[in-house]
């Protein structure tokens, strides 16, 4: 009798030791392709089991959480939706997440084991805490006088802290409302066919997401190439540069839209914006300097996030001299986004150094604990500070004296740069209108704000020029951040 006793709890035993062993392959070695299932429910359905953490701008939600009842409990809602999508993105719990909603998911979903006082056995256990706040940098007034801007018109806006790289402004349009997004019904179903169909690309961040070619903007960086490589010492003096200008082994002829460029100095090309001057010294300061200054400013860095993925802005480094000319206008092959104009101007604005744009201010838990914190860091010394104060001068006088006086802010000093940029098929599409800037009040120790503006198309208005139609975008943003006084002085 003892021995079948004995015979049974071994055989127990080995049943136990089976049970376990299975246990431990399920939950941890296998646990990751049945979670990852799409017949297995229960993650996304304890995903959307409690409200989601709240994604907060100028110290106010512009996200909340709202209780339906059904499987997958709580759906996503939006405070001025198309306003903030650009910064916050959509969280769908059938089309998934991007921008913000995806970059600090497991926060803001309860999952990121900081949130809990004991974060290893948390992750161990896979425990969902409540959702943690991501505070942004955004100023609200700058966000919505680059919204209003804009309205009725496509483009993109990008503002920031010359001195800390905060973004201050993140705009995109066309926009779309992504609350409509949150659900699973029909309704979110036939919402997503027709904006990701849409052929205006609402759902496109054209602030991060999409390059365009800067156009005279990019003559910023142009002089400041020359400017440190030496090409360039007297910003008054003769340029000896013809017009028209004969590209380098062609017969094609470079021409102005303005008259007085030929033998132009520096300071009159920036102000009235020469293509021939600045071609022509793109091509004596050489393609090696030009690639390396550009690259400074943060061209061709493929790896920025802040925090969510940025397109890489494009100056090529392999070009003849025919090329290099266009490209030191920013045409040819020369590409950027919104937010690497903004990047230029507030190089030119603070000491030469460009600031690593961030839009995570803080994360915090529920009950207000921070959790992360971002300190500002530089990326790159862009120039030599005697270059950035000599820019500063100049794209001072664009806006006192050249094509830039409607960004002017009585009150305080700003500096700017037009552009218009040429594109498409032998230059059929409409020209894109730019225009980049920085503003500080009169007598304030430091720039508060450095934007860029694109218009991709302006024929509501007419012909299309980055003084007539982005420089008025910048200033509303400009005197949005300098505030009151700004205000005050028109």
């Not at 903004?342 to 690593?356: E, I, L």
Request: hydrophobic share 40%.
């Amino acid at each position: 009798m003892t021995r079948y006793i004995r015979r049974a709890a071994l055989l127990c035993a080995l049943l136990l030791v089976a049970l376990l062993v299975n246990v431990v392959r399920v939950q941890l070695v296998r646990s990751d392709t049945y979670t990852g299932n799409p017949a297995n429910r229960r993650t996304e359905i304890a995903r959307w089991g409690q409200p989601r953490g709240d994604i907060l701008a100028g110290g106010s939600p512009v996200t909340g959480s709202r209780d339906t009842g059904g499987m997958f409990r709580y759906t996503r809602t939006y405070t001025d939706g198309p306003l903030y999508a650009p910064v916050t993105g959509f969280a769908s719990q059938v089309y998934g997440t991007t921008l913000l909603e995806h970059a600090r998911d497991r926060l803001l979903a309860g999952t990121d084991p900081g949130l809990a006082g004991f974060p290893l056995l948390h992750d161990l256990t896979r425990a969902r805490s409540t959702g943690g706040t991501v505070v942004t940098t955004i100023d609200p007034e700058a966000q919505r006088a680059a919204y209003e801007g804009l309205a009725g018109r496509h483009g993109a806006v990008a503002a920031l802290d010359p001195v800390t790289g905060r973004i201050l402004a993140l705009v995109s349009l066309p926009s779309f409302d992504p609350g409509e997004l949150s659900g699973t019904g029909e309704d979110v179903a036939r919402a997503w066919r027709r904006l990701d169909g849409d052929p205006d690309r609402p759902m496109l961040n054209r602030a991060v997401d999409r390059t365009y070619p800067p156009g005279s903007t990019f003559k910023v960086v142009t002089a400041a190439a020359a400017l440190d490589a030496g090409v360039v010492d007297d910003l008054d003096a003769p340029t000896r540069s013809p017009d028209p200008y004969t590209l380098p082994g062609t017969r094609t002829r470079l021409t102005n839209e303005v008259d007085g460029c030929t033998d132009a100095s520096v300071r009159y090309a920036l102000e009235w914006s020469c293509n021939t001057v600045f071609a022509e010294l793109g091509v004596e300061t050489g393609v090696a300097a030009m690639s390396r200054t550009a690259a400074s400013f943060g061209f061709d860095d493929a790896g920025l996030r802040v925090p969510f993925a940025v397109a890489r802005s494009t100056f090529a480094a392999k070009q003849d001299r025919a090329q290099l000319a266009l490209s030191s206008i920013g045409q040819f092959d020369t590409r950027a986004t919104p937010l690497q104009m903004a990047m230029v101007a507030s190089a030119v604005a603070g000491d030469g150094t460009v600031p690593v744009p961030y839009l995570v201010e803080r994360t915090t838990t529920a009950a207000g604990t921070t959790l992360s914190a971002t300190r500002p860091r530089t990326l790159h010394r862009a120039m030599r500070r005697e270059t950035a104060e000599r820019l500063r001068e100049l794209m001072t006088g664009v806006v006192e004296e050249g094509t830039g006086t409607n960004a002017a802010i009585p009150g305080a000093v700003v500096g700017g740069k037009t552009g218009t940029a040429q594109h498409g098929v032998g230059n059929a599409g409409t020209p894109y209108a730019w225009f980049i800037s920085w503003a500080r009040g009169k007598d304030a120790p430091a720039p508060a704000v450095a934007v860029a503006v694109v218009v991709e198309d302006a024929r509501a208005r007419g012909e299309i020029s980055g003084g007539g139609d982005a420089a008025p975008i910048a200033r509303s943003v400009m005197e949005a951040v300098l505030g009151d006084g700004a205000a005050d002085a028109r």
